[in-house]
């Protein structure tokens, strides 16, 4: 697999402010503890402190989560390993979509395995532990209940509701049924009693040689850990007020923020039923059920069932670092920006700030699309053009006739500063009105430029047409590839294809992949 890469800036791909992390702007430096280098882990390593007790929890529940799989001595190794005051873990996290869902959801994870690698080269008296972390507490069950796969959407119906990793996965055997041959392993994890059980069982079966763990963190002994934070949102409302203050600073300097807090941010996880929990006048109401509750009775929850609560999008990141070793989370870029968004509120809760790692990004060109793409002339990166852009752009690199106005256009502007120049002499005043006639001339000439451009592109319809399904073959539906398509589209053909990313994608290189088949 040969690869080429690009700067994410020059897709037009990724929002202004995520791209502002990406080149480091200094404006957004005290939103977040250091950039994420190999050299910049040093002093992380060094500053991130985790309890004894802690590790010892993580440790006993995937002991417990991972009982009935059959793991392979890199990831038991890894498991251990986390007692150990000298490991950290790097962390991605991911919903639970059928058969993974889309393509970047493969690549966040090759992206957390390869960065602990070459940690762990550059750092040898301390072992690092990539970690899938599964959103089994997800309740919006129609972002996670399809994939596309060969231009085809395979969709799961269920009447099941509440928290995803709860449901019963086995009607999704008959999906797995109609796909070709080499994807049996999603079968047999459709077999497991929930479906965060086969998410487990289908990473492993993908990563477990890789020695990635997966956590599920839907676990009363992880959330006792959380208690405290519970409590303070619950009653003291702290991550509201926080999250505004930070916001706001971002927003006052030009960046458009993500996320918002509530004032109580957990909802109340039960059998069927992940709902939010609401302050009234006469306690707590658990909204669209008839669950309500004194505050006693809330706390005494906390104490005897803490797994009762479900962090939002604000909490759950500060869950995450309360019960991990953590160093890095890798995320896409949405989750950069509201990650941002939030180091206040790890300051206020004295816990540490991971670094925020982008995740790797590509674009897989299968030989076809690339021969088809090479005889247009058109650049590699103008792949990322819309089909419009690319098609004009080759019109005016290939026309056998002059379509562009711009000598004209300057001899114009050149025109404009004489005739200025020679009515300021007589009266000021003129000017205004030469600027005004030039500005009106200037328009009409660059409408019938456009004019010209749009009839020298009806006489090459069959350039256009190769264009656009080169474009709809690498961006479905007019989105990225790496955001609709399906890991199988490439697995299957190709057993190796993981294999090829390992190789190909530097955790540390955060520029977009073109990776050529």
Not at 250 to 274: C, M, P, S, W
Not at 350 to 378: D, H, I, S, Y
Not at 385 to 409: G, M, P, T
Request: hydrophobic share 35%.
């Amino acid at each position: 697999m040969h690869t080429e890469t690009i700067p994410l800036d020059e897709t037009d791909c990724f929002s202004p402010f995520f791209i502002d992390y990406i080149n480091q702007k200094k404006e957004l430096t005290p939103f977040y503890s250091d950039f994420p280098t190999v050299e910049n882990f040093q002093k992380t390593i060094q500053n991130r402190q985790f309890k004894d007790e802690s590790r010892s929890v993580l440790v006993e529940v995937l002991k417990e989560q991972y009982k009935q799989l059959d793991t392979s001595t890199a990831v038991s190794q890894n498991i251990e390993s986390l007692a150990d005051s000298k490991t950290f873990t790097i962390t991605t996290g991911h919903q639970l979509n059928i058969f993974t869902g889309p393509l970047y959801f493969i690549y966040k994870i090759v992206t957390v395995i390869n960065a602990c690698k070459t940690l762990k080269q550059a750092y040898p008296d301390y072992n690092f532990v990539p970690v899938y972390w599964m959103a089994s507490e997800d309740h919006d069950f129609e972002e996670i209940n399809h994939f596309f796969f060969e231009g085809k959407k395979y969709e799961w119906k269920t009447n099941q509701s509440g928290a995803v990793g709860h449901f019963d996965p086995s009607g999704l055997k008959e999906i797995a049924d109609k796909l070709p041959k080499g994807a049996e392993f999603f079968k047999e994890a459709y077999s497991q009693k929930t479906l965060a059980d086969a998410g487990r069982a289908y990473v492993n079966y993908l990563f477990g040689s890789e020695g990635l763990v997966v956590v599920d963190a839907d676990h009363g002994k992880l959330k006792t850990l959380f208690g405290s934070v519970v409590e303070d949102d619950l009653f003291a409302h702290s991550s509201e007020s926080l999250v505004a203050k930070t916001s706001s600073s971002l927003e006052k300097l030009g960046f458009k923020t993500q996320v918002h807090a509530r004032e109580i941010n957990f909802f109340y996880l039960d059998k069927g039923v992940r709902e939010r929990i609401e302050k009234t006048d006469k306690g707590f109401q658990v909204l669209d059920t008839d669950i309500t509750f004194s505050e006693e009775e809330l706390r005494e929850l906390i104490s005897n069932h803490p797994e009762r609560f479900s962090p939002n999008v604000i909490l759950r990141p500060l869950y995450q670092e309360t019960i991990l070793p953590n160093l890095a989370y890798v995320g896409g870029p949405s989750e950069a920006v509201y990650w941002i968004q939030l180091k206040d509120l790890f300051d206020h809760f004295k816990t540490a700030f991971p670094l925020l790692m982008p995740r790797n990004f590509a674009l897989v060109v299968p030989e076809t699309a690339a021969t088809k793409w090479q005889k247009t002339g058109l650049e590699q990166a103008d792949i990322f053009l819309s089909s419009e852009r690319a098609f004009e752009k080759w019109v005016k690199s290939n026309s056998d006739h002059d379509i562009s106005y711009h000598e004209e256009l300057k001899k114009l502007k050149e025109l404009e500063g004489s005739l200025k120049s020679k009515a300021k002499e007589v009266d000021p005043t003129l000017t205004q009105h030469i600027e005004a006639l030039h500005a009106s001339f200037f328009k009409r000439i660059e409408k019938a430029e456009k004019k010209l451009v749009r009839a020298e592109k009806r006489l090459h319809e069959d350039r256009r047409r190769q264009i656009e399904s080169v474009k709809e073959m690498l961006f479905p539906g007019g989105s990225l590839q790496e955001r609709k398509d399906n890991f199988l589209n490439f697995y299957l053909k190709d057993p190796g294809f993981i294999q090829e990313l390992f190789k190909s994608f530097d955790a540390f290189d955060y520029r977009m992949y073109l990776m050529y088949l």
